[in-house]
C-alpha cells in the first residue's frame, strides 16, 4: 500500500475576525482525511482577504492578519499568509491559490494537479463520506506520498455561492475543483450533495460513491 500522500489545507475569507471555528474547520478536515489512511495533512494555511473585498465592517487587514497570527501562536501547523491581503487590490480564490501552490511547490517539492496525477501515477477514485454533519464531506485522488496537493477548505456557504450570478466565474469554479479540490465542511440544514448535483461543473468532478448512502463532494 502507498504511503499517505501530502495535502495542504488552504482556507480564505475575511476572518473578520478569526474564530475558534475557524480554526475548528482544520481539525475537522485534518481528522477527517487522516482517517481514510489515504493522505497526511502537513500543513493549514489562511489568507485574509484584502481590505478592498468590501464586506461592510471590514476591518483593516493588518488587523485581520495580526489576530489570526495571535489565534495560531499555540499551533505547530496552521499559519497565517499575508500575501493576499498586501496586494494592492482584492483578488479572486482562484488567484491566490495559484500563488500558494507556487509557495508550496518551493517549501515540499513536487505539488501534483487534481486533475493529473503526473506521466507515471494512475488516479484512483475515492469518496468521503459524511454520516456526522460536522465532519467535511469531500473526494481526493490518492497522491504519490513524495508529492504534495493544495486543496481549498471551506464551508458549505462557499460552496453554495458558486450559484451566486456574476460572483464566480466557471472558468475559476473548474480550476478550483480540477486543480485542487475541495474539502467542505457541512453544517446543519446544508446539502452539499443535493447542491453538486445540480451544477454541472460540481458534478462533473464529484467522486463516485462507493457506498449507497454516502456523500460526495468536488475533488480529484
Known amino acids: 500500500m502507498a504511503a499517505p500522500g501530502r495535502v495542504v489545507l488552504l482556507a480564505c ?6 474564530t475558534n471555528m475557524h480554526l475548528r474547520l482544520f481539525e475537522l478536515a485534518r481528522d477527517h482525511l487522516e482517517r481514510t489512511g489515504l493522505f497526511k495533512v502537513v500543513e493549514g494555511i489562511i489568507s485574509p482577504a484584502h481590505d478592498k473585498y468590501g464586506k461592510k465592517g471590514l476591518v483593516p487587514s493588518t488587523d485581520r492578519v495580526a489576530m489570526a497570527q495571535l489565534a495560531l501562536s499555540t499551533s505547530d501547523w496552521v499559519r497565517v499568509d499575508s500575501w493576499e491581503s498586501e496586494q494592492k ?6 488567484v491566490v491559490a495559484r500563488h500558494l501552490k507556487r509557495q508550496v511547490q518551493n517549501k515540499y ?16 477514485k475515492t469518496r468521503h463520506n459524511a454520516n456526522n454533519r460536522d465532519e467535511p464531506v469531500g473526494s481526493s485522488t490518492q497522491v504519490a506520498s513524495g508529492d504534495v496537493q493544495l486543496k481549498l477548505l471551506c464551508g458549505a456557504d462557499l460552496l453554495e455561492s458558486f450559484a451566486v450570478p456574476n460572483l464566480w466565474s466557471d472558468e475559476h469554479i473548474k480550476e478550483l475543483v480540477s486543480e485542487y479540490g475541495l474539502v467542505v465542511i457541512s453544517r446543519a440544514g446544508s446539502n452539499p450533495e443535493k447542491f453538486i448535483y445540480e451544477s454541472d461543473v460540481l458534478s462533473k468532478y464529484k467522486a463516485i460513491p462507493e457506498a449507497e448512502g454516502k456523500c460526495a463532494v468536488p475533488g480529484p
Open 13 to 18: 475569507g475575511c476572518f473578520n475576525p478569526i
Open 89 to 94: 487590490g482584492w483578488l479572486e480564490t482562484a
Open 109 to 124: 517539492g513536487s505539488v501534483v494537479d487534481a486533475k493529473t496525477d503526473g506521466p507515471s501515477r494512475k488516479r484512483r
